[in-house]
């Protein structure tokens, strides 16, 4: 697929209205392919590409800002129900820090060697899908697949969900839940209010995302303070407990891991910008060194905080544990717990909008996706169809009342990913031992993970057995049915040329600069 030359003298720094469309119509694609590869060699050195604008420190947001969700405020409960008491409990949420940990740095050694934005999705590609290997490319269009479709689009919509009810809860205080209708309404508009800021600017989204995860580390330690004030009055009945009631299950063990991993979860988003990163063979390893370990910290004060001031039995029956804790130690200030939790989820959120949308513009910037999903904004230089695709496909998942059932299958998927991605990585080692590597995890890490990843796989099958694993693996494997017509076999549809016309005066963007630039 061939683009026209744009010509150096047209380019201005903040084109008006009818320039823009007269550069969207000198980038109209000659092909109708619906997923064709975007070639760059006929772009010329100064077309637009996204900036180099986060920071080290930004960086760092982004990872907590997006871990530090929902899940630490609302319903820490899981991971007690499967541990029974609190000693185990703190022991596992202590673990899972440490997976996440070693996971992250598996992934700093991907990002460094590969620096490209798109995560999972570029380091398959290169170590797959290079060369003579094309079938390879199969690998991580089945990610893309999955992740563009379930496991992104969950995760944001979770977050959002949670946003949503913590926003409309106020004008329904006699409701044990507040009616489904004015929730999903809520979490479309702040959706909406978030793709927007994303599509303004990336220095707006980073600076958001900063706010927030200050809001967030306040939130944990006035629930850590409070905690150690209890203690510290001798008030030690419920945390003095320790390891009394632990269970010796092991698939309930199993559901306190997962239920744990899953409030780690976002450990991996740094990668998705790394084209985006400032210094990213510096400042990638850094943010994942000083950022994970911090957010482990914090769940375990946070934790702490709770069981000093509830009961076992209060955090078990609590739907949102944070607002109990509130009621039981703050007093006629606890209305300023849900703010907290709506700031969370804003910006958890809106870390994951950030990544999300990145992994679509470098999916489709390889081919994998319709080519305008990879376009920029020829003035913002932000990634806006691809925004605007992920915002669409949340709503879709918004929509439906039941996310139990997509959570599950995304715990599923996302472990499965990460054990490819790991497994990829050890392949690079045997194939190209000489590659550049700024940052080199020891060897035993990546396997660690590897192996933490296939338990975590296959554990609730043997377990459970529920038939939600089985449609996984049907949903997985449906993208052949896809890749190889359209994408091996490069199958068209005709007209499509007039789409892509249509969107790109719509959205005002054009194709990026060649990444490799």
């Known amino acids: 697929m061939q683009f026209s030359r744009f010509p150096e003298k047209e380019m201005s720094p903040n084109p008006g209205s009818g320039q823009i469309t007269q550069l969207v119509n000198k980038w109209i694609p000659s092909s109708g392919s619906i997923l064709p590869a975007c070639d760059n060699s006929a772009m010329e050195p100064n077309n637009p590409k996204m900036k180099k604008s986060v920071g080290l420190v930004s960086g760092i947001a982004l990872i907590v800002g997006t871990m530090i ?278 910006g958890s959120a809106n870390g994951v909008m950030f990544a999300t949308g990145r992994l679509c513009f470098a999916s489709a910037r390889d081919g994998h996706f319709p080519t305008i999903l990879s376009y920029i904004h020829v003035k913002r230089l932000t990634p806006v169809p691809s925004i605007a695709f992920t915002l669409l496909m949340s709503i879709l998942v918004i929509i439906p009342s039941d996310l139990t059932t997509l959570i599950d299958f995304y715990g599923f998927c996302i472990w499965l990913a990460y054990g490819v991605t790991v497994f990829a990585l050890l392949v690079l080692r045997y194939t190209e031992p000489k590659l550049s590597r700024p940052y080199k995890v020891p060897i035993f890490v990546p396997i660690f993970v590897l192996l933490m990843s296939i338990y975590l796989v296959i554990s609730p099958i043997i377990q459970t057995g529920r038939l939600t694993f089985f449609y996984a693996i049907l949903f997985i494997f449906s993208g052949v049915f896809v890749y190889f017509p359209f994408i091996y076999f490069g199958r068209k549809i005709p007209q499509l040329e007039h789409v892509y016309r249509f969107l790109q005066i719509l959205f005002e963007v054009v194709p990026p600069k060649n990444h490799n630039d």
């Open 69 to 346: 969700g929902s899940g630490v405020f609302i319903s820490p409960k899981g991971v007690l129900e499967g541990t029974g008491s609190i000693g185990f409990c703190l022991i596992i949420w202590a673990a899972c820090g440490m997976v996440s940990t070693l996971g992250a740095l598996s992934y700093a050694e991907l990002g460094t060697s590969i620096p490209r934005s798109g995560g999972e999705h570029a380091y398959l590609m290169y170590i797959f899908g290079s060369g003579t290997r094309r079938i390879g490319t199969l690998v991580a269009f089945l990610y893309d697949w999955v992740g563009i479709f379930i496991l992104r689009p969950v995760m944001f919509s979770v977050m959002t969900l949670s946003l949503g009810t913590y926003l409309v809860k106020p004008f329904f205080p006699t409701c044990t839940e507040p009616p489904d209708l004015p929730v999903k309404l809520f979490t479309i508009l702040a959706s909406s209010f978030l793709a927007a800021i994303n599509m303004y600017s990336v220095k707006m989204a980073t600076m958001l995302q900063n706010i927030t995860t200050v809001t967030k580390l306040v939130a944990i330690s006035v629930i850590t303070i409070g905690g150690l004030y209890t203690i510290c009055s001798g008030q030690t009945e419920y945390i003095s407990d320790g390891f009394q009631g632990t269970r010796k299950d092991p698939s309930l063990m199993a559901i306190a891991f997962y239920n744990g991993l899953w409030a780690y979860d976002g450990w991996n988003n740094l990668n998705f910008i790394t084209e985006e990163l400032k210094n990213p063979e510096k400042n990638l390893p850094r943010a994942i060194m000083l950022g994970i370990p911090l957010v482990t910290f914090a769940y375990v004060c946070a934790n702490v905080g709770f069981f000093a001031v509830m009961s076992r039995e209060e955090i078990l029956l609590s739907r949102a544990v944070a607002v109990g804790w509130a009621d039981s130690m703050l007093g006629v200030m606890a209305w300023i717990m849900p703010v907290f939790v709506v700031l969370s989820c804003l």
